[in-house]
């Protein structure tokens, strides 16, 4: 499912504000955080907590949770609990989430059913409050006659804003941002310094973008004509669904034709390439350096780790994972997970990695047969 709840324009634009004079947001004692978080709370409430840490670099005024070495939320009684347990008595943070209870601790710890929830809760209470755009439109931004800018809007300096473009309420446009011509930014948008939209694409509602990115650039199609190389007219748009979150220095090309599609509840790191006529689909995680040929088709919910390269009319099914730094060239399935380049299926993978580090081994054994037929031939002749 997409991420399609309701959001306050200023909870939405206070995840990564674009800037201003920061402080602490708020305090709170341990009892009032775990209201917050709908938590149990074992232990004494009247502490103060003022931030988010982790477990070994935790102060008395902080709150911290526990996960092992691979990023997994521990539960309390399992064998991987006791390895972090003494991690934790020792910690000093003021108090602690955890997935159960853990006898013994004298620390308040914040019982959830989700860990990852109640984290991010956490941050956002503890996030540092900035002061938030200004609306209206800063003198110095450039808006054509024909656009059309909603209420509740803050254009920042330096803005260009060509004909026919429209900016949705409550959105932010930062300083240095270019909105090209019949290109339509959604409601409660957020677009940091100096992000590029060409023309004719199309923003949702609830879209983030980080500074420097550029949406709609030309894709790079060429062909061989008459000894040199002409590039193929893209006349496309590009499509950027609700909720979709696309990180700093990034580039999504336009279509040559239709659109370059990024589905809903998306969210793309910095660095990444998508090329022209990619169709991505509903809550995708595309981690950095990843780089998508043209035409390209992702189902929902996929995952490409960090710098994986997709070769052109490439399909992947719905919840299929790319591991880091693997190498695409034939279609995979819903569901599968593949490592490698070119990639393959994993466990087939570490089957090979496993071998691979046994060939030094496996050499020298071959090469004493050899020795040993060699001996046995001359024996025999």
């Known amino acids: 499912m997409a991420d399609t709840r309701r959001v306050s324009r200023n909870e939405y634009l206070h995840r990564t504000p674009i800037g201003g004079e920061s402080r602490i947001a708020m305090r709170l004692t341990v009892a009032q955080l775990a209201e917050r978080l709908g938590a149990e709370l074992v232990g004494d409430g009247a502490g103060q907590i003022s931030a988010v840490g982790t477990i070994e670099a935790a102060g008395e005024n902080e709150v ?22 003494s991690a934790v008595k020792q910690s000093r943070a003021g108090a602690v989430i955890v997935a159960g209870h853990i006898e013994g601790l004298a620390k308040p710890q ?29 003198p110095t931004a450039k808006v054509a006659d024909s656009a059309r800018i909603a209420e509740g809007v803050a254009i920042g300096a330096g803005v260009v804003i060509e004909d026919g473009a429209e900016i949705g309420p409550g959105s932010v446009i930062g300083s240095g941002c270019k909105i090209g011509q019949n290109s339509k930014v959604g409601g409660n ?5 100096n992000v590029v939209v060409y023309h004719n694409c199309h923003l949702g509602n609830n879209v983030a973008i980080q ?5 709609g650039s030309a894709g790079f199609g060429y062909s061989f004509i008459d000894g040199s190389h002409k590039l193929v ?13 696309i990180g700093a220095n990034c580039c999504i090309d336009r279509a040559k034709f239709g659109n370059t599609i990024i589905g809903a509840g998306t969210k793309i ?29 992702l189902g929902d919910g996929v995952v490409l780790a960090g710098q994986v390269g997709l070769a052109d009319n490439i399909e992947i099914g719905d919840g299929a994972l790319v591991g ?11 569901g599968e997970k593949v490592v490698g380049s070119p990639a393959i299926d994993r466990k087939e993978a570490l089957l090979i990695m496993g071998l691979t580090k046994r060939l030094p081994k496996l050499a020298k054994q071959l090469k004493q047969l050899s020795k040993t037929v060699e001996r046995l031939e001359k024996a025999k002749d």
Not at 114 to 119: H, K, M, P
Not at 189 to 193: Q, S, Y
Not at 233 to 245: A, L
């Open 269 to 297: 790191d910095n660095l990444v390439q998508i090329a022209h006529n990619v169709v991505i689909g509903k809550n995708c995680l595309i981690v950095a350096l990843v780089g998508i040929s043209g035409s390209c088709k």
């Open 189 to 193: 948008c957020r677009l940091d310094c």
């Open 211 to 215: 500074a420097n990115t550029t949406i």
């Open 233 to 245: 007219p893209h006349n496309g748009g590009v499509v950027i669904e609700d909720f979709v979150e």
């Open 110 to 138: 914040l019982i959830v059913t989700n860990v990852d929830a109640a984290l991010i809760e956490a941050l956002n209470v503890f996030a540092p409050e900035l002061k938030p755009a200004a609306e209206g439109i800063e």
């Open 64 to 85: 911290a949770f526990i996960k092992d070495s691979k990023h997994n939320y521990v539960q309390p009684g399992t064998a991987a609990d006791g390895k972090y347990l």
């Open 324 to 334: 880091a730094q693997a190498g695409v060239i034939n279609d995979i399935g819903a």
